[in-house]
């Protein structure tokens, strides 16, 4: 089955909003085993959404919209819709009575307005609102099936979760299942990733492979079909194999877990604590770890040491070595990490220290440049980056490039703890 998405709202094309609805929709059908082939956004205006609507019906069986069926005036997907197929407005009783039910539990007064979302297609499959007060619609025609969904991501989701995509399911049974693994990289440039996987992306056929890059971070996500999830996981094993193999310990996960997941995980298996040391990132590097619920587990705590008295004073960064080396210098980032080790009394700590720009670059230290380090039982692992973009980006690239290093040097740790217990 091919499928459009059509988000309707002006504010979409004024970039007011950012549009997740058309992402969250193009997953959940794709996992579904129904292909998207076109997204399109209109805003309000009745004779372009018509056009978009006409064109999305011609070229797919199923186009979904969202938007556009609130109680204003500018709420017009309804009645463009039920124009297109030839069908009245009629008013729908048990609408008006949940739209009322509704008002009257908030103990709020109802403007008569709202009575418009109770105005539907003759014919449609009414979809409540669990969440809100405008009904989406199912409109069977000739060509497919045209859906309105309602705006909001919270009433979209929910209508799309617990009633589309079960009508979907008893509406084309034979649909199969898609399913997709999501191996997330670090440490790998886009044009070499490309040649290492080239052949599989230019086979185009079943399982296919994809790639892109985003903060410092390639995703590489390989896609399978089947009749059955299991049928579309069996495809996709001798692929993976191949994408481990090729990109080695450049893949941080494979099962699209965050580079902060991943983190959690091997400190869990551990029972490791960790502590972190930050300069040019500032505090990036914990936050992301913190992100993970249940993280107070193993991160102990993190010291943002931007000044060099800081480094001396709460590090114990001795002054000679950065009067030698500078505060940007693989050899600051380690006593940088051994000092919050000490200073934390952890396992484990992880330490940056670069120059984000855009000013306070030399041509032996360029703007871009950060070193990290990671001490711990394993000893001290130390890495350069030369990061490239605005004083963002470079610091979010350090952050992903750094917790990366930690992931490397916990598994580093495991893969020897396994040797030497087969040793002995």
Known sequence: MIAEI?????????????????????????????TVHYQSTVGDNPLRMEEVLKQGMARAELVIT?????????????????ALLGLEMVEDAATVAQLQEFFRQRKLPMAESNLRQAQLPAGAIILPNCCGTAPGSILEHANGVLINLPGPPVEMQAMLEQQVLPWLKNYRPALGCIRSRIFRCVGIGESLLEEKLMDLVLSQGNPTVAFLARSGEMFVRLTAQGETEEAALQLMEPWSTQIRERLGDAVISDDDATLEEVVGREMLKKGWT???????????VAARI???PGSSAYLTGGIIAYDNRVKQELLAVPES?????????????????????????????????????????SEAKPVGLVHMAVVGPWGIWQEEG???????????????????????????????????????
Do not use: W
């Open 6 to 34: 059509i988000s309707t709202g002006t504010e979409l094309l004024l970039g007011e909003i950012v549009n997740s609805n058309a992402a969250y929709i193009a997953q959940r059908l794709n996992e579904a085993g129904i």
């Open 66 to 82: 969202t938007g556009g069926l609130g109680p204003t005036q500018g709420d017009i997907t309804r009645e463009v819709s039920a």
């Open 274 to 284: 960790m502590a972190t040391a930050e300069s040019c990132t500032a505090g990036m």
């Open 290 to 292: 913190a992100n993970v």
């Open 321 to 361: 070595l950065l009067r030698d080396f500078g505060a940007v210098s693989v050899q600051t980032a380690e006593a940088m990490a051994i000092g919050a080790r000490k200073a934390c009394g952890v396992e484990v700590a992880l330490a940056t220290t670069g120059i984000a720009g855009p000013d306070g670059g």
């Open 386 to 424: 030369r990061f490239y973009g605005s004083r963002q980006q470079i610091r979010s690239h350090a952050t992903a490039r750094a917790l990366a290093l930690l992931v490397r040097y916990l598994r580093q740790f495991e893969a020897k703890k396994d040797t030497d217990e087969k040793t002995t």
